[in-house]
């Protein structure tokens, strides 16, 4: 395959777990961050907008070390890279940010590399990066993505990927402070209880069921979790309160976002969300957290080269 000399990817942002599939299930959605990519005499990175500050500009920024890892893997000397960055979604808020970026790394720097490696292959490296399939699966292959960590790192990851149902509209409440992803991980047990176990594995089934079968009114059920929610909820003000109280009020079904802090409520027509927004602003008053929301959709296409140069 042909080498691109330059490259620009468009990477969705995703929501992982949608409840109980933690680890599991991810969705993508319609805010976007792109990587542009290009070889070059020496490596500069260069960090557009408001979301990315504050990252390094050298080669530890985690698209330079993806990228080299990438060129590594297939057996290439790692060149000197100029990368240009940006990025609707916000950090450390639960949007699969870190997922984007590695995605959007390995398709870019694939290109480069004259494609050695197939999607498939792009989502086993992603995945082991990330530690888990969710959130890489939903952004490389848009739509919703069911996977399962293989045992051994040279094994493909076993995955279903499938179009979400047409009238899932999605409300994200995104709180100002962050959350990271490791904080919201030390907090889960180590041990569960068998019947929080089988309470899982039956509202994950469920879940992966209805969004398959466009069964939107079992949502608000299979969108249930004892795995995770509960004990993040310390952590997520105001998610405790949303989650009891968005199916009255409009919803679907809510949930956090990934690690969070934020909250995604899923709604169909704009008379919902006409009744859900009046709720969430007042539970997020009374708890005193600054957020903004936003209105997005599935993401059906994954990451796509949007430009490239030979
Ligand atoms: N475009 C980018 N370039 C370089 N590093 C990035 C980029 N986007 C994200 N990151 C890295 O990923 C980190 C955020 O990852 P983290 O897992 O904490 O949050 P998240 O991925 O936004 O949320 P979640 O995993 O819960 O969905 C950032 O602090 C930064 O180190
Ligand atoms: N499934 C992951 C997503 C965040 O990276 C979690 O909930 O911790």
Known sequence: MARQSAVRVSIPASTANLGPGFDTVGMAFSLYSSVEMSVAEKTVIELVGPELQGLPQNKSNLLYEVAADLFREAGQAVPELHIRASSDAPLTRGLGSSAAAIVGALVAANQLAGQPFSREDLFRM????????????ASLFGGVVVASMPENEDEPIPFVRFGPPEALHILAIIPNAPLSTEKARNVLPTLYSKQDVIYNVGHSSLLVAALAHGRLDLLSQAMKDRMHQPYRAKLVPGLSEILAGANEHGALGA???????????????????????????????EQGVAYRAMQL???????????EER
């Not at 992603?126 to 699966?137: F, I, Q």
């Not at 949930?255 to 709720?279: H, K, M, N, V, W």
């Not at 959709?297 to 430009?307: I, L, M, R, Y």
Request: hydrophobic share 35%; aromatic share 10%.
């Open 255 to 285: 949930t956090l976002s990934g690690a969070g802090p934020t909250i995604l409520c899923f709604y169909q027509t704009e008379a919902d969300l006409g009744r859900l927004s009046p709720f969430v602003e007042q539970v997020m008053s």
């Open 126 to 137: 992603a995945s082991w990066r990330e530690g888990h399939p969710d959130n890489v699966g």
């Open 297 to 307: 959709k599935p993401d059906h296409h994954g990451a796509q080269v949007v430009f």
